[in-house]
């Protein structure tokens, strides 16, 4: 059975940093590229961004609400992927999923999430 | 980038019922398409992809559908259930940034 779980939210100061990891098991980790979504409170789905996998020299996109402040980055060896988040702000609380990314690029399945929640 | 518009933006609808769902792209996409549902407090759950692939045990009154223009799209749910009731989003994945529409919350009527 696929599992993702998304650790490592709370609450943080604005400006302030926090790295979210997610651990997966129930397939070969290496294999996929990997997404993390958020969701604002009461809100709808907003892409974060992607990794892609070895083959791909684990190469990363963004969303341009993120570009130069998040970073996503992955361990095969611990079958987990993380996002480091930098510069927070108050528009970054969200619950933030760890999605698990098909070959043809679809999203098939999502952690739980965790929520971050970014004030002061 | 690519805007994803979804309407209606809220649906009401009794069970039974024979709902559709529109999304449209900004410019065309071809079929690189994808239908999530999301129940209050879950994951959402992937529904359909590439337009109009059912994703495995998704019950077969969902179905997808494109327009030959790329840029529209439509969910369609046959015979609404009660589990049926839910929030629904597109996304589209022909170019970076992958982009959301802003949902579609089915109610009871």
């Known amino acids: 059975e696929v599992q993702l779980m998304e650790s490592g939210g709370g609450l943080v100061q604005p400006g302030g940093s926090l790295r979210l990891s997610c651990a997966a098991s129930?397939?070969?980790?290496?294999?996929?590229?990997m997404d993390w979504v958020r969701q604002a409170p009461g809100k709808g789905l907003e892409w974060v961004g992607r990794?892609?996998?070895?083959?791909?020299?684990?190469?990363?996109e963004y969303a341009a609400s993120v570009t130069g402040r998040f970073t996503i980055s992955r361990d095969d060896s611990q079958n987990s992927v993380y996002l480091q988040m930098s510069s927070l702000k108050a528009e970054d609380t969200a619950v933030y999923y760890c999605?698990?990314?098909?070959?043809?690029?679809?999203?098939?399945?999502w952690g739980q999430g965790t929520l971050v929640t970014v004030s002061s | 980038d690519i805007q994803m518009t979804q309407s209606p933006s809220t649906l009401s609808a009794s069970v039974g019922d024979r709902v559709t769902i529109t999304c449209r792209a900004s410019q065309n996409i071809g079929s690189r398409l994808a239908w999530y549902q999301q129940k209050p407090g879950k994951a959402p759950n992937l529904l359909i992809y590439q337009a109009s692939s059912l994703e495995s045990g998704v019950p077969s009154r969902f179905s997808g559908k494109g327009s030959g223009s790329g840029t529209e799209f439509t969910l369609t749910i046959s015979s609404l259930q009660p589990d049926d009731f839910a929030a629904y989003y597109c996304?589209?994945?022909?170019?970076?940034?992958?982009?959301f529409g802003g949902g579609t919350k089915v109610e009871i009527k």
């Open positions: 990794i892609r996998d070895k083959a791909d020299s684990y190469s990363t």
């Open positions: 999605v698990r990314v098909l070959g043809g690029g679809y999203c098939d399945h």
């Open positions: 996304q589209q994945l022909y170019r970076y940034p992958l982009t």
């Open positions: 129930g397939f070969t980790f290496s294999d996929h590229f």
